[in-house]
Structures are given as structure tokens and as C-alpha cells.
């Protein structure tokens, strides 16, 4: 046993002189490719990794717990700061999910807005995916060139909802706000330069040599592996099994939009790096449809729904009973009806559901937040075996885990 | 429905309340219109501008000590 | 008769509630007769205490012990190859069980499936890892949320909150802001109890400002040297802005016994 004192702290790596050359590093909560706090707890033979323990919990802050002691609209800001990057999502999940319980739908015009938001934090977030992945890998331009894309984007998100990583961009029941002047024309110029700068992208990396060698066989999970891990999303889609919620069980207007799901059966970083690209083509394809659909819709933003949602701000200003109904529903918050549902939806990282157990009570119950990154940060634990630090980086930019949502 | 924020203009804010219901207002969208109110004049005197302008008068509530609010539903021309 | 509304439980609670107000219920349809859902529930007839369907996706209670069994069912027969989440509902005040739910998928059919059983406290759950791998970091999450220990599992350790951390906290009985050992839990592990007084408890208020100390704070306008002492020998009292927050454990007040 070591006795530890100022002058002779712990020594993690003891036997490294003991057996041969058996060395446990961490690959610490403060590193520049550990997309947030992670620490790997790595027992390496040399540069081979035999032995890989995620530990994770450093950005706990108890979501779960919060959304127990706050009401249903009070914890939607909150949601924002589970997958920080693409924050539009999980709003619409957690809101998505309450409109469930209450069994009430968006307005027409909020799900064409909502639809536009998610497809355009989409692209956010794989743009986000690429640069960050090329990064570690040792591409530098990329993540110059992919960074400035989403500032175009994020300056969109801006104009909408006045803030690039938080948004709270949507509401229980609809849409908070309608889409600004010139705001369609400008996503409109944004989506003509897209596909161009994609293609830079790809002509950069897809068949460079050292980016091929660096991705290829590198983090292979298949099919039955990735489905026994709980993998979602692009994951799951890169080990040869299509399944996208967006498709298969369509939510908002995914169902009336004509866009196809990228699959390969490769089963390694690279075949994932490749739906990431594909996807990015399918969310501009999806938003140029939705573009006309928005002019044909009727101004109405909210749902109608006056015992869960307070009525429009011209109502409140002008009768009393949209006053007092909205003065109820802030103070007391609403309450939904007994129940619990879970809802899945497409978000850029994987499957992301929100199980809501509610006893009637305008405190929920029970929240539990199935977050994708999550599971794809327990997979870590077995496909990193066996393989070198440097690959260590590119799986874990390849799974795409960003810390809030792993541990919430 | 559209709000607006008149009260950097504190008391010549009329010319621009009427250009904004004539421009940006659809026949029969509702828009709010927040104002400083000064020596209280401006209350009467904004609905008296909107009743001869023919647009539809909805609500004229006190928003503070020193702000008001109107809501204008657009009518006629 | 005033409602009977348990003490312990400490979370968030409705102030006022209308005294004959009763909740409506999400609808529940039954499981109809050849659709996907109902030879899944033949499937598991042996095990299925109750099952019906709840905003589409099918509900099978089932007893805690026979979880593996009727997962396994799930899994080869029923093609349910995805357990996407597995976790706890604390009813603990109302019946003293846990309320355990397996969220499954299956891929072919997109069909969704919520298998809940309910356990007593303090009973152990058999752990389904050799199912399915995902659940290895799910139950240990349970467990440190919950507290409801998977027997045979790989390495159930606490995966969110530090290893040593005691007490669960998604439990209804601990506070949002923590108990006494979370709140000293940082100066308990470094320094050790005794240290507690002088080093003071946590400031969680983040609008607190201490009128005199220039360490910390520099005074705009009337800059003074850094750490200067220019309290001129007057005491400063701290001004209390929110009791609730700042729990000082240390005087002995029946509100907080109660809040514990």
C-alpha cells in the first residue's frame, strides 16, 4: 500500500515497473478530445489498450431531480442543457412528450417551424460532429471550415430565438414565436452554399489517404452488438440495421416529407462518418420542402388547448377569462392528467425519450431522460479493447457523446 | 398578432403607431402597442387617433407608473 | 378532514389543490385481438399479470422475480432485440415498492413495448446484463439513483455520484438541495468532520457579496490595495437574503428536522 504525503503523492502507475510494462493512465475529465468531462480509466500494455473503465458523472446536475421539483413549464429551459449542442431537440422531445400526455397537437404552422428547427440543429450538430472528429484526428482546415457553416447557422438560430446554444425555442403545445422577417430568405441562401461546402468537406476528407487509414476498421460494432448495447441513430445505422424514427414511427410532419435513411453496413468509424454526411444532405433536401409548406399555414401558433395552455397574448390582453386562466396556469402550473408515456424522436445523436410518469400533479412524478450518448459511452467500455490511444480518440469522436445528455 | 415597443419614442410616437398598423398589420391581425404615458393624454388622444383612423379599439390597459398598452385590431383601410 | 399528504416527501408540491378535484386518466385501450400487441401478450401469458395499451405502446406488468424470464421471451421470440431504457419510479410513501420499467424495442416492426414490475424496498432485482449488455451502465444507474441493488451484475458501483457518496438521491425523501452529508461532503472528504465550524458551510447564494473583503471583490471607483483591511475595525454582519437556500446544518431548527 502506498503511504501517501505531499512530497510523495499517490502513484497511479506503481507496477509499472512490477509487470513489465503494464501502465494504467486516465484519460482525464480535462482533455482537449474528450468532448466534455470524461474520464477513461485506461490499463494499457504498452501503447494497447487491454482493460477501458468510463468513469463518468462529472457533469451530473441532477435533471432528473430538478424535473420532480419544478412544473412542466419551468423545466423546459432546462432540457436546453442536455445535449448543448443541438438544444432545439430535446426541447421538442421533452415538449413533444408532455403534448402527448396531454393528448393535444401543434398548430400546423408551429410543426412546419418545428420541423425547420429541428433539421436545421441538425445540421448544427453534425457540422459540430465533423469539425470536432477531424480534430482529433489531426485535421485542422476542417474544423476551420465546418466551425464558420455553423455560424451561419447558428446565426439563424439567433434571429429566431435570440440565442445560438440555448434556445428554448419551443413550447408546450406549439411555438413560441412566428418566424421573423426575412428569415426564410436567409435559411434559403444558406441552404444553396450548404451542399457546395459539403462537397469541400468530403473532398478534403473522404478519400484522403491518412483520414481513411485513421477511420477505417476503427471502433467496429456490428449489428447485433450495437443493438445489444442500446446504439440509436447513426450508430445503429452504421452497423447495416436501418432504423430511424423520423421513418419508421414519424412524428410532426417527417411523415408528409419525402427524404431516405442513410445506411451501411461498414460498421466502423468511417461507414459512420459517412451517414453523418449523408444525413447532413437529407436535413437540406428535407428543409427545402418545408419552405413553400410554411406561406400556405394559418397564423396560429399554439395549440388550443385551455386547461394545459394559456390562450394567445391578444385573448389575455383583452378578456378576462383568458386572464385568469393564463394567471392559474403560471402561478399553479398545469396539470396534466394521470399516466405515463415514453416518447422517442430522432435526435442528432440517437434515440432521445422522454418518460414522463405524472400523478395528476403539476410536479411531474417521475422524468427519466433515455439520452442517447449515454449508452454509446457504456459501449466505450468493450470496443475499446484492443485497440491503440490513438485510436481511442477517433472512437470516442466517433460516438458522437456529448456529456450533458451522458450524465444529465 | 404582432407586439410593439413604442416607448423610446416617449411622446411623438403617433406618426409611427399609424405607419406601423397601416404597413405591417393584415386586415383584421391585432397588434400591441406599448407607450410612455407623460401627462396621461396620450391615453385619450391614441384612441381617439385609432377610432377616426376606423380600426377597432380592443383594449387600453395601464402597463406600469409610466408605461401604456393599447390593443389595435385593424379594420377599414 | 384535512388530505393526508406524507411528511417525508420533500420534493415540490402543489400549494393548493381544489378540494374535489379529481385528475383524469391518459386513456387505456385494451389489447386487441390479432393486432402485433396481442400474440405478444399470448407470448407471455405465463408471466403477464396485466397488460393494455397506453398512448400505442403495450404496458405488461409482471412480478419482479420473473424478469429475466419474460425479457428472454421478449428478446428470441417476439424479436424485441432492443432494451432502449430500463430505470425506477420511487413509490416508497404510497406501498413501500419501487416501480421498475424495461422500454423495449423491436426494430423489425418499430413496435414498442413497456414491460413494469413492482418491487418491494429492499428486495433485490436480478440483473438482466447477460441480455442485454446496455443494462450494465442502466442498473448502474438504478442503483446509485434508487438504491435497488441487481444481483449479479458485473460491477455495480456508483456510476454518477462520487463512490463514496452516501445516501441515494432521486429518492422522494432526499431534499433537491441535499442533506447534511452532501452538503459536507467536499470538506468531510479533505479535511475530516472537525474541520466543519472553521471552514463554515457552502455559499450557495450566488448574489452574496462581502462588503469588506477586497480578495475577492474589487470596488470600482474606489480602488484600494489588494487584501486591504477596510472594514475600519467594524464587525460586518452577513445579509441574509435566501434562508432556504443556505441550510446551515448546524443550528438545531424544527423546520429543517422536518425538511430532512
Redesign the interface.
Known amino acids: 500500500m502506498q503511504v501517501t504525503n505531499k512530497l510523495t503523492p499517490f502513484f497511479e502507475n506503481l507496477n509499472f515497473e512490477r509487470n513489465d510494462n503494464m501502465m494504467v493512465i486516465n484519460f482525464g475529465p480535462q482533455h482537449p478530445s474528450a468532448h466534455g468531462q470524461l474520464r477513461l480509466v485506461l490499463e494499457l500494455d504498452g501503447e494497447l489498450v487491454t482493460k477501458a473503465y468510463p468513469d463518468?458523472?462529472y457533469l451530473?446536475r441532477?435533471i432528473?431531480?430538478?424535473a420532480?421539483?419544478?412544473?412542466y413549464n419551468e423545466f423546459l429551459p432546462t432540457t436546453d442543457r442536455l445535449d448543448y449542442i443541438a438544444s432545439t431537440a430535446n426541447n421538442y422531445a421533452y415538449a413533444h412528450a408532455v403534448e402527448?400526455?396531454l393528448?393535444i397537437e401543434a398548430p400546423r404552422r408551429a410543426q412546419v417551424i418545428r420541423t425547420m428547427l429541428l433539421e436545421l440543429n441538425r445540421i448544427i450538430s453534425h457540422l459540430f460532429f465533423l469539425a470536432t472528429h477531424a480534430l482529433d484526428v489531426g485535421a485542422m482546415s476542417v474544423f476551420l471550415y465546418a466551425f464558420r457553416e455553423r455560424e451561419f447557422a447558428m446565426d439563424l438560430m439567433e434571429d429566431y430565438c435570440g440565442a445560438r446554444l440555448t434556445h428554448s425555442a419551443v413550447r408546450i403545445g406549439g411555438v413560441p414565436l412566428d418566424l421573423p422577417k426575412g428569415w426564410l430568405e436567409n435559411l434559403e441562401k444558406f441552404l444553396d452554399a450548404m451542399p457546395a461546402n459539403i462537397k469541400l468537406y468530403e473532398d478534403l476528407l473522404t478519400e484522403n489517404r491518412i483520414w481513411k487509414m485513421r477511420l477505417e476498421d476503427v471502433g467496429v460494432i456490428s449489428g447485433?452488438?450495437a443493438?445489444?448495447?442500446?446504439c440509436?441513430g447513426v450508430m445503429l445505422r452504421g452497423s447495416g440495421?436501418k432504423?430511424d424514427i423520423r421513418k419508421?414511427?414519424p412524428y410532426e410532419l417527417y411523415g408528409e416529407l419525402e427524404f431516405d435513411v442513410p445506411v451501411s453496413d461498414r460498421c466502423d468509424s468511417y461507414g459512420r462518418y459517412r451517414l453523418y454526411m449523408e444525413e447532413m444532405k437529407q436535413s437540406i433536401r428535407i428543409i427545402k420542402q418545408l419552405i413553400p409548406m410554411y406561406s400556405d399555414t394559418q397564423p396560429q401558433l399554439m395549440a388550443h388547448a385551455p386547461q394545459y395552455i394559456s390562450a394567445p397574448k391578444e385573448e389575455i390582453m383583452t378578456q378576462n377569462y383568458a386572464l385568469m386562466q393564463h394567471f392559474v396556469l403560471v402561478t399553479?402550473?398545469m396539470?396534466p392528467?394521470?399516466?405515463?408515456?415514453?416518447?422517442?424522436t430522432e435526435s442528432p445523436k440517437g434515440?432521445l425519450?422522454f418518460?414522463i410518469?405524472s400523478?395528476?400533479?403539476?410536479?411531474a412524478?417521475?422524468l427519466?431522460c433515455?439520452a442517447p450518448s449515454?449508452?454509446h459511452?457504456?459501449l466505450l467500455?468493450?470496443i475499446l479493447v484492443g485497440t491503440y490511444i490513438a485510436d481511442v480518440v477517433t472512437i470516442i469522436g466517433s460516438t458522437n457523446i456529448v456529456f450533458g445528455e451522458v450524465?444529465? | 398578432m404582432k407586439r410593439y415597443d413604442l416607448r423610446h419614442l416617449h411622446d411623438d410616437f403617433y406618426g409611427r403607431m399609424m405607419e406601423i398598423i397601416k404597413n405591417d398589420l393584415v386586415i383584421n391581425e391585432v397588434g400591441i402597442f406599448l407607450f410612455e404615458v407623460g401627462d396621461f393624454s396620450s391615453v385619450q388622444k391614441s384612441a381617439d387617433m385609432i377610432k377616426e383612423a376606423g380600426h377597432e379599439l380592443m383594449n387600453s390597459l395601464k402597463f406600469n407608473e409610466v408605461d401604456w398598452t393599447i390593443v389595435v385590431k385593424k379594420k377599414g383601410n | 378532514m384535512r388530505k393526508y399528504t406524507p411528511k417525508d416527501n420533500v420534493?415540490?408540491?402543489?400549494?393548493?389543490t381544489d378540494r374535489f378535484w379529481v385528475?383524469?386518466?391518459?386513456?387505456?385501450t385494451s389489447v386487441e385481438e390479432d393486432s402485433h400487441f396481442a400474440d405478444i401478450v399470448s407470448a407471455l401469458k405465463k408471466y403477464a399479470k396485466d397488460s393494455y395499451v397506453?398512448?400505442g405502446?403495450l404496458?405488461v406488468h409482471i412480478k419482479p422475480t420473473d424478469n429475466i424470464s419474460a425479457l428472454s421471451i421478449l428478446k428470441e421470440k417476439c424479436g424485441y432485440?432492443?432494451?432502449?431504457?430500463l430505470?425506477a419510479?420511487?413509490y416508497l410513501a404510497q406501498d413501500g415498492e419501487f416501480e421498475i420499467?424495461y422500454?423495449m424495442l423491436n426494430?423489425t416492426e418499430?413496435a414498442?413495448v413497456?414491460v413494469v414490475c413492482r418491487l418491494k424496498q429492499g428486495e433485490a432485482i436480478e440483473s438482466i446484463v447477460p441480455l442485454?449488455?446496455?443494462a450494465?451502465?442502466?442498473e448502474r444507474?438504478m442503483f446509485d439513483?434508487f438504491g435497488i441493488v441487481a444481483n449479479n451484475h458485473p460491477y455495480l458501483k456508483?456510476?454518477?455520484?462520487?463512490e463514496d457518496w452516501s445516501g441515494h438521491?432521486?429518492l422522494?425523501t432526499?431534499p433537491?438541495q441535499g442533506d447534511e452529508a452532501a452538503s459536507w461532503y467536499e470538506v468531510d472528504k479533505i479535511f475530516g468532520k472537525e474541520y466543519r465550524d472553521i471552514i463554515g458551510s457552502e455559499n450557495r447564494d450566488p448574489a452574496k457579496i462581502d462588503r469588506y473583503d477586497t480578495k475577492r471583490f474589487s470596488r470600482v471607483g474606489y480602488e484600494v490595495q489588494f487584501d486591504a483591511d477596510i472594514s475600519g475595525g467594524e464587525k460586518e454582519n452577513p445579509i441574509e437574503y435566501s434562508k432556504t437556500i443556505m441550510a446551515n446544518y448546524q443550528k438545531p431548527s424544527k423546520k429543517l428536522k422536518e425538511r430532512r
Open positions: 463518468i458523472g451530473h441532477g432528473e431531480k430538478m420532480e421539483n419544478m412544473t402527448k400526455l393528448g447485433e452488438d443493438l445489444n448495447w442500446g440509436t440495421i432504423y419508421e414511427e399553479q402550473g396539470r392528467p394521470v399516466g405515463e408515456v415514453y416518447v422517442p434515440e425519450g418518460y410518469k400523478e395528476g400533479e403539476p410536479y412524478y417521475r427519466k433515455r449515454f449508452f459511452a457504456g467500455q468493450e450524465d444529465r | 420534493q415540490g408540491k402543489a400549494y393548493y385528475a383524469p386518466r391518459v386513456p387505456r397506453e398512448v405502446q404496458i432485440t432492443q432494451c432502449s431504457e430505470s419510479v420511487d420499467f422500454q426494430v418499430a414498442r413497456r442485454f449488455k446496455m450494465n451502465f442502466a444507474e439513483m456508483r456510476i454518477l455520484m462520487p438521491p432521486l422522494k432526499y433537491l
